[in-house]
C-alpha cells in the first residue's frame, strides 16, 4: 500500500547541509500496523511527512496505494492527501476559532455530502466520548480531548491510511491509551497505521517495527 524508493531529503541549513532521510526503502501493506522509532531529529516527521505528501524527497519515489505521490501536481497532491490520508499530529492542529464538531469536519474531502458527514461526526463523537463538548472550543478542552478531537478529524473520512506522528506525546498514560484503544479498533476493521514515536505505547498493537537514525531506516525484530 505504502512504498518508498530509494528516498531521501536533504535540507540546507546556515551551517550545511544536513541529512534527513537517507535511502530510505521501506513498504507497508494493507492492513498493517507500522511503528518507527528513534530518537529526536533522527528523520521520524521528516519520514512521516514524506509519506504523507506534504515534504518531497530530494530524490527518491513515494507510491501510495499505486499512486506516485510527487508526481502529482500540489494542487492534485492535496485532493489525494484529502482523501486519501488521515493525519494525527503531536501538536493536535485544531482551529481555534471553531468548535470540536466544526474541528472534526473540517476532516471531509471537498465535494462530500455535508449531511452524511455531520451525522458520521457526530457518531465519532458519541464513540470517543466527546459528545457533551460538542460545542466547545479546543481552549476549552483537554489535551486528551482535543487528541480525540483530531482522531475523529482523522477518522471522519474513513481513510485507508492513518499517519500519525508521536500522537501521545503530550498525553498522560490513561488519555494515550485511550488514543492507541480507538486507533486498534480502526486497524482491527481494515485500516492501515503508520505510528512514529519514541514511546513503547503501540508496541503491543504493532504487526512490524522500524527504527530510524540519522535518517537511515531498519527493521527491528519484536
Known amino acids: 500500500m505504502i512504498t518508498c524508493d530509494d528516498v531521501s531529503r536533504e535540507f540546507i541549513t546556515r551551517h550545511g547541509r544536513v541529512q534527513g532521510l537517507d535511502q530510505v526503502r521501506f513498504s507497508v501493506a494493507r492492513g498493517e500496523f507500522v511503528t518507527i522509532k528513534g530518537a529526536s531529529g533522527s528523520g521520524k516527521s521528516t519520514l512521516l511527512l514524506t509519506l504523507g505528501g506534504m515534504q518531497r524527497p530530494t530524490q527518491g519515489t513515494v507510491r501510495l496505494d499505486g499512486c506516485e505521490v510527487y508526481a502529482l501536481s500540489p494542487a492534485d497532491r492535496a485532493r489525494f492527501r484529502a482523501r486519501s490520508i488521515g493525519f494525527v499530529f503531536q501538536l493536535f492542529?485544531?482551529?481555534?476559532?471553531?468548535?470540536?464538531?466544526?474541528n472534526v469536519l473540517t476532516g471531509l474531502p471537498p465535494g462530500s455530502d455535508a449531511v452524511a458527514g455531520r451525522k458520521s461526526?457526530?457518531?465519532?463523537?458519541?464513540?470517543?466520548?466527546?459528545?457533551?463538548?460538542?460545542?466547545?472550543?479546543?481552549?476549552?478542552?483537554?489535551?486528551?480531548?482535543?487528541?480525540?478531537?483530531?482522531?475523529?478529524?482523522?477518522?471522519?473520512?474513513?481513510?485507508?491510511?492513518?499517519?500519525?506522528?508521536?500522537?501521545?506525546?503530550?498525553?498522560?498514560?490513561?488519555?494515550?491509551?485511550?488514543?492507541?484503544?480507538?486507533?486498534?479498533?480502526?486497524?482491527?476493521?481494515?485500516?492501515?497505521?503508520?505510528?512514529?514515536?519514541h514511546g513503547t505505547d503501540a508496541d503491543r498493537l504493532a504487526n512490524r517495527a522500524f527504527h530510524i537514525a540519522n535518517g537511515r531506516l531498519k527493521e527491528t525484530t519484536r
Open 93 to 102: 492542529h485544531l482551529l481555534p476559532y471553531l468548535d470540536t464538531l466544526e
Open 121 to 197: 461526526a457526530v457518531t465519532l463523537l458519541e464513540q470517543l466520548g466527546l459528545a457533551e463538548r460538542a460545542r466547545h472550543k479546543p481552549a476549552t478542552l483537554s489535551a486528551g480531548e482535543r487528541q480525540r478531537v483530531a482522531l475523529a478529524r482523522a477518522l471522519l473520512k474513513k481513510p485507508p491510511v492513518i499517519l500519525a506522528d508521536e500522537p501521545t506525546g503530550n498525553l498522560d498514560p490513561d488519555n494515550a491509551a485511550a488514543v492507541f484503544e480507538h486507533l486498534s479498533r480502526y486497524h482491527q476493521a481494515g485500516g492501515t497505521v503508520v505510528v512514529v514515536t
